[in-house]
């Protein structure tokens, strides 16, 4: 039975591209008129006092042990013990939604949701399916893909989990992501891609061209009436090594396209800022022709999985990327990293365009942190084992058939000799 609450947001979403796309347990969520609900009204009129929640509370501001404090003296104890909203803190949303529109200035004058503060950029995938995957909605992805993918969409959501070849004779395989693209339409009504630029584990980005095809293809499709999700993993968004990718997210290009397109964008300063271990992730949406209640109400239709999993994101670390976003030297740091992690990609690029091996085929790369070899003996998984216990290397295989190297954990001084031992013990097995 649908909550009243459910159905409420329901309503207000129907005949929206939203309503089209949900999943059963879309259609379910609501968020409760409980707990945070009151304790957000009484944050406003409770002049007296506040017994709505659960934190212990001195002089109006949550208490903090003092072995906390010192590590973190230049915070107060709202930004570091105190339980922060379930969207997230609404200035650290507003300030990432201005950043979205600085690095993508086609989406200015275009209509986003502000985005929602969840607990890293998994998260974000894992409730996008919560909303909009399940038995008979599945999942399209890139093959290879990383792994987590298929464990959400299948082995959480119950989804049939399908792919579509990434690369054809070296290049982005277009025509195939277009071909899968028309078949899920066509079979389904529908269509739920996922596409991940730089990409993991391949480390490739569309050229500027490539670009417009996928734009193209989502905006055909969407002509024909059949629904269109993209959700954009922008993970690794702006470590590009090459002048011909396309600089800004496809979700620029989406956000407006057709009233059949519902464009999500999975970011944060995971990867972009260095920050791994914040587990701080953002989920922002747009479609043409939403309106500010449906916007709020698929908002609050992703607060409730939050709500319902882990009920908030870290306070600490929302306040320390809020604070680092806006300070002077933020910008200019990124760019000393990344001009590092450029030397390593110039001297990968180098050593694969000057050596040649029987069994290793690199896959296209021009960014992000990775790059991936093709196996052409399938024995993907004994070269991994052969690497990392007579040359105490370690890399990832993702299946029988590719293996995908971190460029970005290798120091520059020791590429050459690591590559030269991947080379070696492929060509022996």
């Given at each position: 039975?649908?909550?009243?609450?459910?159905?409420?947001?329901?309503?207000?979403?129907?005949?929206?591209?939203?309503?089209?796309?949900?999943?059963?347990?879309?259609?379910?969520?609501?968020?409760?008129?409980?707990?945070?609900?009151?304790?957000?009204?009484?944050?406003?009129?409770?002049?007296?006092?506040?017994?709505?929640?659960?934190?212990?509370?001195?002089?109006?501001?949550?208490?903090?042990?003092?072995?906390?404090?010192?590590?973190?003296?230049?915070?107060?104890?709202?930004?570091?013990?105190?339980?922060?909203?379930?969207?997230?803190?609404?200035?650290?949303?507003?300030?990432?939604?201005?950043?979205?529109?600085?690095?993508?200035?086609?989406?200015?004058?275009?209509?986003?949701?502000?985005?929602?503060?969840?607990?890293?950029?998994?998260?974000?995938?894992?409730?996008?399916?919560?909303?909009?995957?399940?038995?008979?909605?599945?999942?399209?992805?890139?093959?290879?893909?990383?792994?987590?993918?298929?464990?959400?969409?299948?082995?959480?959501?119950?989804?049939?989990?399908?792919?579509?070849?990434?690369?054809?004779?070296?290049k982005f395989n277009?025509?195939?992501?277009?071909?899968?693209?028309?078949?899920?339409?066509?079979?389904?009504?529908?269509?739920?891609?996922?596409?991940n630029f730089p990409q993991n584990?391949?480390?490739?980005?569309?050229?500027?061209?490539?670009?417009?095809?996928?734009?193209?293809?989502?905006?055909?499709?969407?002509?024909?009436?059949?629904?269109?999700?993209?959700?954009?993993?922008?993970?690794?968004?702006?470590?590009?090594?090459?002048?011909?990718?396309?600089?800004?997210?496809?979700?620029?290009?989406?956000?407006?396209?057709?009233?059949?397109?519902?464009?999500?964008?999975?970011?944060?300063?995971?990867?972009?800022?260095?920050?791994?271990?914040?587990?701080?992730?953002?989920?922002?949406?747009?479609?043409?022709?939403?309106?500010?209640?449906?916007?709020?109400?698929?908002?609050?239709?992703?607060?409730?999985?939050?709500?319902?999993?882990?009920?908030?994101?870290?306070?600490?670390?929302?306040?320390?990327?809020?604070?680092?976003?806006?300070?002077?030297?933020?910008?200019?740091?990124?760019?000393?990293?990344?001009?590092?992690?450029?030397?390593?990609?110039?001297?990968?690029?180098?050593?694969?365009?000057?050596?040649?091996?029987?069994?290793?085929?690199?896959?296209?790369?021009?960014?992000?942190?990775?790059?991936?070899?093709?196996?052409?003996?399938?024995?993907?998984?004994?070269?991994?084992?052969?690497?990392?216990?007579?040359?105490?290397?370690?890399?990832?295989?993702?299946?029988?058939?590719?293996?995908?190297?971190?460029?970005?954990?290798?120091?520059?001084?020791?590429?050459?000799?690591?590559?030269?031992?991947?080379?070696?013990?492929?060509?022996?097995?």
């Open positions: 039975m649908i909550n009243p609450l459910a159905k409420e947001l329901n309503d207000t979403l129907a005949g929206s591209v939203v309503d089209a796309l949900m999943s059963d347990m879309g259609k379910r969520l609501y968020f409760p008129n409980g707990i945070i609900s009151q304790g957000g009204e009484a944050a406003k009129d409770a002049k007296l006092a506040n017994g709505t929640i659960g934190m212990a509370v001195a002089n109006g501001s949550p208490i903090e042990l003092n072995s906390y404090k010192k590590q973190m003296p230049d915070l107060n104890s709202k930004e570091t013990v105190a339980y922060a909203k379930t969207a997230g803190n609404p200035d650290v949303r507003k300030l990432w939604k201005e950043k979205i529109i600085e690095k993508n200035p086609s989406l200015k004058g275009k209509t986003i949701s502000t985005p929602i503060l969840v607990p890293g950029l998994t998260a974000v995938l894992s409730y996008v399916c919560d909303l909009f995957v399940d038995v008979d909605k599945p999942l399209l992805a890139a093959d290879p893909s990383w792994d987590n993918y298929e464990l959400i969409a299948a082995a959480r959501r119950g989804s049939e989990f399908h792919q579509f070849k990434c690369f054809e004779n070296g277009i025509p195939g992501l277009e071909k899968a693209m028309k078949a899920e339409a066509e079979k389904y009504g529908s269509v739920r891609v996922i596409l584990p391949s480390g490739y980005s569309p050229t500027k061209s490539e670009a417009q095809e996928i734009v193209r293809i989502v905006k055909e499709i969407a002509q024909s009436g059949k629904k269109v999700l993209v959700l954009s993993d922008d993970a690794y968004f702006g470590l590009n090594y090459e002048d011909a990718i396309e600089p800004q997210s496809l979700f620029a290009y989406l956000a407006d396209l057709h009233e059949n397109v519902l464009a999500i964008k999975a970011d944060g300063p995971t990867k972009e800022d260095f920050a791994w271990g914040f587990r701080t992730g953002f989920v922002t949406f747009a479609s043409k022709g939403l309106s500010d209640a449906q916007i709020t109400a698929l908002t609050t239709k992703f607060m409730a999985a939050i709500r319902s999993s882990v009920s908030c994101s870290s306070t600490v670390s929302q306040s320390l990327v809020f604070h680092a976003l806006q300070d002077d030297d933020h910008e200019a740091q990124k760019v000393e990293l990344r001009k590092m992690l450029k030397s390593r990609y110039d001297a990968v690029r180098k050593f694969v365009n000057t050596h040649t091996n029987k069994v290793l085929t690199p896959y296209p790369f021009n960014s992000g942190y990775f790059m991936s070899f093709y196996v052409n003996t399938g024995k993907a998984e004994e070269i991994r084992k052969k690497l990392l216990a007579d040359k105490g290397i370690g890399i990832i295989q993702i299946d029988a058939n590719t293996l995908r190297v971190a460029f970005s954990s290798i120091d520059e001084d020791k590429i050459e000799e690591v590559y030269s031992a991947i080379y070696n013990v492929a060509e022996s097995i």
